[in-house]
């Protein structure tokens, strides 16, 4: 089965980072782009973040532009969100997706990040 | 939400619902890449509909996406209790990032 399993969420200080994983199983990760997408409790989706196959083509959205950064690895299946100078309003549930992002055909179950003092 | 959609929805087992999804000429009205996809809490969100009206293989045809102007429009049928669920559409944006709605949630 196509699978993508994330992982790293917690609990932090604002200000403090985190790193997300997205582990990928059941088709050949490096043939397609992928995506972080996330989730404030009450809230629609919002894209963060999109990376090319190669690594090729990255972008952000604003909101995350210079504190966040993508990248994967392709020898281990995996994607990540290196995420720094986090803020109360980036506490929400982080999603891996696959594809471009206006087709995000395989997602993730999600994990959680509190940004809280 | 760049998109809006209403915020609940409702049917009973049987019958049909349609969800909407309102933009601008400028995403939903200008191209044909919107999507839908479906939500239980605490699971993997699921592609429904991409481009307006594709299904992924494996999507009942109880699904269906259609759009007109600047909007677009989710309609399930025949209604069954695994139906409920958060819908939520999204749609490509040109050089501006992909929209998203502030999602549905559909009581069967």
């Known amino acids: 089965d196509v699978q993508l399993v994330e992982s790293g969420g917690g609990l932090v200080q604002p200000g403090g980072s985190l790193r997300l994983s997205c582990s990928a199983s059941?088709?050949?990760?490096?043939?397609?782009?992928m995506n972080w997408v996330r989730q404030a409790p009450g809230r629609g989706p919002e894209w963060l973040s999109y990376?090319?196959?190669?690594?090729?083509?990255?972008h952000y959205a604003d909101s995350v532009k210079g504190r966040f950064t993508i990248f994967r690895d392709d020898a281990r299946d995996s994607l990540y969100l290196q995420m720094n100078s986090l803020r109360d309003e980036d506490t929400a549930t982080y999603y891996c997706a696959r594809g471009p992002d206006y087709r995000l055909d395989v997602w993730g179950q999600g994990t959680t990040v509190t940004v809280s003092s | 939400s760049a998109l809006t959609q209403p915020p609940s929805a409702s049917g009973s087992p049987g019958q049909s619902v349609t969800i909407s999804c309102t933009g601008t000429s400028s995403d939903v009205g200008m191209y044909n890449y919107v999507s839908w996809y479906q939500h239980h809490p605490g699971k993997a969100p699921k592609l429904l509909i991409f481009e307006v009206s594709g299904r992924p293989s494996g999507v009942p045809d109880r699904f269906s996406g259609s759009k007109s102007g600047n909007t677009a429009s989710l309609t399930v049928s025949d209604l069954q209790a695994e139906d409920e669920a958060d819908y939520y559409c999204?749609?490509?944006?040109?050089?501006?990032?992909?929209?998203f709605g502030g999602g549905t949630r559909l009581t069967v």
């Open positions: 059941g088709y050949r990760f490096g043939g397609y782009a």
């Open positions: 990376i090319s196959t190669g690594s090729l083509n990255i």
């Open positions: 999204s749609s490509y944006a040109g050089n501006n990032p992909v929209v």
